[in-house]
C-alpha cells in the first residue's frame, strides 16, 4: 500500500502563504492524478484541487482559485500546494490523496474518487 505524507502546514496571518508537500512511498505500483482536500472543525471534507498524472492538468474549487497552485514532481514522488493570499476560512486539516482509476481517467473532485489518504496537516490563519 503507498503512503502518503503531509507536511508544510503551520500557524500563518491573513494575507500570507503556506507551501504543503505530499510525498508518496511505500508499494507505488501505479500513478494517477493526485489531488488535495481540507476539514474543518465540524464540516465535512472538502475538494481543494487537484492534478493529471503528468501535471498538464489542473482543477480548483472556486473558493481558492487564482490563490491556490498545485504541482507536482513524479521523480521525487511529490506533490506540492502553493497557498497565497490565505483567509481565517482557509483554516483547516489539509490531507493529499491519490485518484482511483487508471492515469487517462479525467479529474475527480469527490472523496469517495479517492484510494489513498495521508494523516493530513494543519493549517491555522489567524485575522
Known amino acids: 500500500q503507498v503512503q502518503l505524507v503531509e507536511s508544510g502546514g503551520g500557524l500563518v496571518q491573513a494575507g500570507g502563504s503556506l507551501r504543503l508537500s505530499c510525498v508518496a512511498s511505500?508499494?507505488?505500483?501505479?500513478?494517477?492524478?493526485m489531488g488535495w482536500f481540507r476539514q474543518a472543525p465540524g464540516k465535512e471534507r472538502e475538494f481543494v484541487a487537484s492534478?493529471?498524472?503528468?501535471?498538464?492538468?489542473?482543477y480548483y474549487a472556486d473558493s481558492v482559485k487564482g490563490r491556490f497552485t498545485i504541482s507536482r514532481d513524479n521523480a521525487k514522488n511529490t506533490m506540492y500546494l502553493q497557498m497565497n493570499s490565505l483567509e481565517p476560512e482557509d483554516t483547516a486539516v489539509y490531507h493529499c490523496?491519490?485518484?482511483?482509476?487508471?492515469?487517462?481517467?479525467?479529474?475527480?473532485?469527490?472523496?469517495?474518487?479517492?484510494?489513498?489518504w495521508g494523516q493530513g496537516t494543519q493549517v491555522t490563519v489567524s485575522s
Open positions: 511505500g508499494s507505488i505500483f501505479r500513478i494517477t492524478a
Open positions: 490523496a491519490r485518484q482511483a482509476g487508471p492515469f487517462f481517467s479525467v479529474l475527480r473532485t469527490l472523496v469517495t474518487d479517492f484510494d489513498s
Open positions: 492534478i493529471s498524472w503528468n501535471g498538464g492538468s489542473t
